[in-house]
């Protein structure tokens, strides 16, 4: 598998959510209180992304 979600806890103790590719993270959430509400932007990421148009500035 070339990409996964990892969530891993930073060193504030905040649990953040990360997008890996190869191993290597492409994008990552602002740290969270609990587990459950990194796992929730995981989850919003997964629901809304496919749909996202991408915009240029």
């Known amino acids: 598998m ?10 504030a103790g905040e649990f953040v959510a990360y997008f890996m590719y190869n191993k290597e993270p492409i994008f990552w959430t ?3 209180k609990t587990k459950a509400s990194a796992v929730n932007a ?3 990421v ?6 996202a148009p991408t915009k240029e500035e």
């Open 42 to 44: 995981i989850e919003s």
């Open 30 to 32: 602002e740290g969270y």
């Open 46 to 51: 997964k629901k809304n992304g496919p749909d």
């Open 2 to 11: 070339s990409h996964y979600f990892k969530i891993k806890t930073n060193k």
